[in-house]
């Protein structure tokens, strides 16, 4: 999953959500995974935790998507909510 990280910087005229959608169809295309299984995968690096909470707290779009990914999952997911925020779940080792 390392390779996931090399997708080139956004362009000027990219919406910052069309990056969430290449990565999941690019993990898809690497390891023939669902959707939920690429999402969980790619939340499970740090980096892209704080990507996805950082643009789920300031798109509406992103926000919905981190809701139903929250709704899909249950304790599973990565992120929840606090408040009006999302937040990176605290994972127990």
């Known amino acids: 999953m390392s ?5 080139k910087p956004i362009g000027k005229n ?26 969980h995968d790619i939340l499970s690096k740090p980096i892209w935790r704080r990507w996805a909470v950082s643009r789920a707290n300031r798109s509406a ?5 981190a809701r139903l990914y929250i709704r ?7 992120l929840t909510k606090n408040g009006d925020q999302f937040v ?4 127990k080792l």
């Open 3 to 7: 390779e996931i990280v090399n997708l």
């Open 14 to 39: 990219e919406k910052p959500e069309t990056r969430w959608v290449l990565l999941i169809k690019e993990v898809r295309s690497n390891s023939g995974c669902s959707i939920s299984k690429a999402q």
């Open 61 to 65: 779009r992103c926000a919905k998507e």
């Open 72 to 78: 899909d999952l249950g304790d599973a997911a990565f």
């Open 88 to 91: 990176v779940r605290q994972l």
